[in-house]
């Protein structure tokens, strides 16, 4: 076979070989998961504590004002208690994007719903699509209350 013809098919394979295994990715898109960890409410509540991010439903999409992603999403536990988070992209590789936010719960006993800031979380999320990791802790005693999240991504 003469020199060109490798050549081209290196070339063609390479070329295939990265269609197959994008090295950006880019993972925007529905994400869903489940957590565990427990913390106390902020206020006094008829329950003793809540499992946050016990299921999560967020999406990743690019952040419309600054390069990089925002995630942004709600977290419920199986008491219907539920609150929200926000975050942004604070490192991205080839493989990996993380990010880093806030989260909040929600006390609807109040009209209006009355909102509290419970924490921060990271979550990290392989461009593949394949899963996402993350640590959520609480503003209130992060080193007794805090928690882990997981999940991957479902849709564009």
Not at 46 to 65: A, F, I
Not at 111 to 132: A, E, K
Request: glycine share 10%; net charge negative; proline share 9%.
């Amino acid at each position: 076979m003469s020199n060109s013809k490798k050549l081209l098919l290196t070339a063609l394979a390479v070329i295939l070989l990265l269609g197959a295994t994008p090295l950006f990715a880019q993972p925007v898109g529905t994400w869903d998961g489940t957590g565990e960890g427990w913390c106390p409410f902020p206020v006094p509540y008829p329950s003793e504590y809540m499992k946050p991010w016990q299921t999560w439903k967020g999406r990743l999409e690019p952040d419309p004002n600054q390069v990089g992603y925002i995630f942004f999403g709600d977290w419920y536990d199986a008491s219907e208690e539920h609150g929200s988070f926000k975050g942004r992209a604070i490192l991205e590789t080839p493989t990996e994007i993380g990010c880093r936010g806030d989260w909040y719960w929600w006390d609807e006993r109040v009209d209006p719903p009355r909102v509290y800031h419970m924490g921060t979380f990271n979550m990290t999320f392989r461009r593949d699509g394949r899963s996402c990791r993350g640590e959520w802790i609480t503003t209130h005693t992060p080193a007794i209350y805090h928690g882990t999240m997981e999940g991957s991504w479902v849709e564009p």
